[in-house]
C-alpha cells in the first residue's frame, strides 16, 4: 500500500471549513484514499473513501487531484466535536488492513 | 455507535497471565479485524479473519492469537503479558475485504 503523508497538526476556527491536505504521490491505480478520525482515544471512526472521483457524504467531502497523488478531506462547516486525528490512508481495493501513520491532530477552536 | 461490540472495557491483569478479549462485528459483516495502539506504536494492525478463516497477519507476537467463530465473533487470546502489552486494542468488522471497516470502542489492557 502507498505512503501517505499528513501535516502533524492543524487549527480550525469553529464555523469555518477545516482542510486536511494528504500526499499519496506513489499511489497505483486500484488504490483507494480512505479518511478515519480518532476522537481521544475512541475507535477510529470511518469518514469517507474515494478512487479517483470527488466523494461527499453527510461528514465531509473528498476531494482526488487528478493525478491522484494528493487528496483533500473537507468538513464544511467544523466544531468542537471535529477535534481529532484524522488518519489518510491508501489501501487496495482488496487490501485486508488499514496502516495507520501518525496521521493530522486537528484542533478547533471556539 | 458504530455496531461493534468489544468486551471488556477495561482490563487489569498481572505479568504472565492470559487474558481474552471478544468482539462481536456488525450484523452481517465477515471480516473480523484486530488492532493494538500503544503510545508509542500507534495503530498497528494485528490480524484479521474472514468468514472463520485467517486472512492477513501483521505484526501479531507468538504469544497473541484469535480465531473468528461460526457465529462470526472474535477472540483475540494474550498470554503471557508483559508490561508492554498495556494498550488499547480495537477490532473491527466490515462485510467484505474492500469495504470501509468499523471500529469498536476498544479494550483498555494495563498489566502491572
Known amino acids: 500500500d502507498a505512503k501517505t503523508t499528513q501535516p502533524p497538526s492543524m487549527d480550525c476556527a469553529e464555523g469555518r471549513a477545516a482542510n486536511l491536505p494528504c500526499n499519496h504521490s506513489t499511489i497505483s491505480g486500484n488504490e483507494y484514499v480512505y479518511w478515519y478520525r480518532q476522537i481521544h482515544s475512541q475507535g477510529p471512526q470511518y469518514i469517507i473513501h474515494g478512487l479517483k472521483n470527488n466523494e461527499t457524504n453527510e461528514m465531509a467531502s473528498l476531494i482526488i487531484t487528478e493525478d491522484r497523488k494528493s487528496s483533500t478531506l473537507i468538513l464544511p462547516h467544523a466544531t468542537l466535536r471535529d477535534t481529532a486525528v484524522y488518519y489518510c490512508i491508501v489501501k487496495k481495493e482488496y487490501g485486508n488492513k488499514l496502516v495507520f501513520g501518525a496521521g493530522t491532530i486537528l484542533r478547533v477552536k471556539s | 455507535d458504530s455496531g461493534v461490540t468489544q468486551t471488556p472495557k477495561h482490563l487489569i491483569t498481572a505479568t504472565g497471565q492470559r487474558v481474552t478479549l471478544r468482539c462481536s462485528p456488525r450484523?452481517?459483516?465477515?471480516?473480523v479485524y484486530w488492532y493494538q495502539q500503544s503510545l508509542d506504536q500507534g495503530l498497528q494492525f494485528l490480524i484479521q479473519y474472514y468468514n472463520g478463516e485467517e486472512r492477513a497477519k501483521g505484526n501479531i507476537l507468538e504469544r497473541f492469537s484469535a480465531q473468528q467463530f461460526p457465529d462470526l465473533h472474535s477472540e483475540l487470546n494474550l498470554s503471557s503479558l508483559e508490561l508492554g502489552d498495556s494498550a488499547l486494542y480495537f477490532c473491527a468488522s466490515s462485510v467484505k475485504a474492500n469495504t470501509e471497516a468499523f471500529f469498536g470502542q476498544g479494550t483498555r489492557l494495563t498489566v502491572v
Open positions: 450484523s452481517g459483516d465477515l471480516s
